[in-house]
T-cell receptor, first 113, second 114 residues
Framework: SQKIEQNSEALNIQEGKTATLTCNYT??????LQWYRQDPGRGPVFLLL?????KEKRKERLKVTFDTTLKQSLFHITASQPADSATYLC????????????FGKGTKLSVIP | DTAVSQTPKYLVTQMGNDKSIKCEQN?????MYWYKQDSKKFLKIMFS???????INETVPNRFSPKSPDKAHLNLHINSLELGDSAVYFC?????????????FGPGTRLTVT
């Protein structure tokens, strides 16, 4: 079954820098991949969906890339702010034809003022 | 105007008891889900419901029984609670039963079994 690995459990960066989070998956290459943000004590919140033919997608300070050859998605936050501190989860279908999502364990990002 | 709501927010109970968690969405979505997030923060799908019908039941003990009285509600009943059931349970919904649609999550119910 699909395995999802997010590069590190925790990532600390300085305010104003660009944060880069990694999501690697094994086996089945999905046609699309989603990213969510989760704050402590709250449910995940959808951020972006990227399709395999999009290569890159942007939303304000967020940028997601999707490389099906490397089986990897990168999630970038530019000009990071302390308010960006949260856990970021990637999610994708566990297999071909699957309609549900499998979530990665997440990377906890801390932006230090 | 909460999109997905759950009650209660916290639930503390003893082993062997039976408890229920309620979930409601006001987004007009067709599909609802229950997820379990354990102490290691893994978010795992438990059930998927589409138009009030169970679509997917992952390997969840049959002590867990979801019930969907209508498209807007999906409740989770748990019998004979065990220590290992302690976790945060999230309800979610999506417009349709497809992983191309984003999911909207409720605030979670933290269940503690003592």
């Amino acid at each position: 079954s699909q395995k999802i690995e997010q590069n590190s459990e925790a990532l600390n960066i300085q305010e104003g820098k660009t944060a880069t989070l990694t999501c690697n998956y094994t086996n089945y290459s999905p046609a699309y991949l989603q990213w969510y943000r989760q704050d402590p004590g709250r449910g995940p919140v959808f951020l972006l969906l990227i399709r395999e033919n999009e290569k890159e997608k942007r939303k304000e300070r967020l940028k997601v890339t999707f490389d099906t050859t490397l089986k990897q998605s990168l999630f970038h936050i530019t000009a990071s702010q302390p308010a960006d501190s949260a856990t970021y989860l990637c999610a994708l279908p566990p297999g071909a034809g699957s309609y549900q999502l499998t979530f990665g364990k997440g990377t906890k990002l801390s932006v230090i003022p | 105007d909460t999109a997905v709501s759950q009650t209660p927010k916290y639930l503390v109970t003893q082993m062997g008891n039976d408890k229920s968690i309620k979930c409601e969405q006001n987004l007009g979505h067709d599909t609802m889900y229950w997820y379990k997030q354990d102490s290691k923060k893994f978010l795992k799908i438990m059930f998927s419901y589409n138009n009030k019908e169970l679509i997917i039941n992952e390997t969840v003990p049959n002590r867990f029984s979801p019930k969907s009285p209508d498209k807007a509600h999906l409740n989770l009943h748990i019998n004979s609670l065990e220590l290992g059931d302690s976790a945060v349970y999230f309800c979610a919904s999506s417009q349709e039963f497809s992983s191309t649609y984003e999911q909207y999550f409720g605030p979670g119910t933290r269940l503690t079994v003592t």
